[in-house]
Structure formats: C-alpha cells, structure tokens
C-alpha cells in the first residue's frame, strides 16, 4: 500500500488539491504545509526578499524537535546542532548554513516508554560518526527515563538537514515536527487537517515575504 500524499489529505478534507506548495515532509515527519496557487507567493516564500548581503534564501522555518535522554541547555550536542553542517549527498559535496536559532524548551519524564520505540537517525545513510567528544556515551542513572524538547529554527533547509545533524551530535531523534514557516503556526492543527489562512495571517506571511 503507498503512502498517503499532499494530494489524499486535501482530498479526504474535502479540499481540491493545488499545485504549489512549500517544503516537503518525509513520511517520518509530521507538520505545517503551505499550500497556494499564488506563483508569486510561493516564489517570495523559497526565496526571501532581496535585502542585500547576509538576507536569508528561504522565510523561516521551525522545527520541533524530540530527543531521548537528558540533554540541558548548554550542553556539547545542543551547542552543535547549532553549526554550519558539510555532507555528501549524490556525490556533490553540501553546505548548509548555521541554525538562525537552537531553543532549549524542556526536559521531562518519558512517562510512556517513547524511547524505548526505534529512532530514524538510520534514515541518513553512510554518516561518519560524530566526534569522540559528541558521542552519546551510556546513560547515567539520573538521565534513564528522560526526554528533551528542543526547537530548531532554519533559514536554509537542505536534505534531512535535522537529522544529519543530530546524527553528528550524537543524539537520538524519536521525532521531528514543523511547527511553524515564517509567520505561520501549525498551533493546535491536528494531522491531516487542512484549512485557509485567516487574512491576518495572509497579510502577515505576504509582509514577510
């Protein structure tokens, strides 16, 4: 059986399927998708506003971020995954940009056993493994249970950027959601449902294009 697309989603909410839309999400993610038939809108999204040297090439996007363990805020792995990041994808070598922004949001108890479920770090093949000092070490016994939300704020998105990073820093990803693009927030949207942006919304996403 294939996997549900962009297309099935709208269709099952009743909605007729447009042609363009913003970022793409991979079966292991979850998350906000624009959706417009606006040519211009789109290309303002993908290719922010010329602002002169230093303007970012894409709005914004955020992600939330699961990790396992206990991972505090100004900890080695989470001071990496706010580094410039070089990988090989189909034999060309890859740049992608530094994070605009790395926020720590909580550490708490894993109540449910999430951890104990399988990663998708595996997702990324062929990745050197990270440095000795990032290196998830055996947890300590006061770090047994726990998991840590972080949000990850982009400007340049390249392939599986997220989580090629937290393959070098050595952190288990359980999960990664896309939480906002610019100004819009997936805010309290359950999966698959689709609905129109509210002109304050529209007006703000065309103002930051």
Not at 152 to 168: D, T
Request: net charge negative; proline share 7%.
């Amino acid at each position: 059986e294939r996997e549900r697309t962009l297309t099935d989603v709208m269709a099952a909410a009743g909605v007729e399927p447009l042609t363009g839309h913003v970022g793409r999400l991979d079966v292991q993610t979850s998350g906000l998708m624009l959706v417009t038939e606006d040519a211009s809108l789109l290309n303002a999204i993908l290719h922010a506003p010329d602002a002169g040297a230093g303007a970012p090439e894409e709005l914004s996007k955020t992600y939330s971020l699961l990790l396992a363990g206990r991972h505090e805020p100004r900890s080695d792995a989470l001071a990496s995954l706010a580094l410039p990041l070089t990988f090989t994808r189909r034999a060309k070598t890859v740049h992608a940009e530094a994070a605009v922004a790395v926020r720590h949001v909580r550490c708490f108890r894993d109540a449910e056993g999430v951890a104990s479920a399988p990663d998708d770090i595996d997702r990324v093949p062929a990745l050197a493994p990270p440095p000795l000092a990032l290196r998830a070490a055996a947890p300590e016994d006061g770090e047994v249970g726990w998991l840590t939300e972080v949000e990850v704020v982009l400007n340049q998105g390249r392939h599986h950027q997220i989580r090629r990073l937290c393959a070098r820093a050595g952190v288990r990803l359980l999960h990664l959601r896309r939480v906002a693009i610019g100004p819009i927030e997936l805010g309290e949207m359950a999966p698959g449902e689709v609905r129109l942006l509210s002109p304050s919304e529209r007006a703000a996403l065309y103002a930051a294009c």
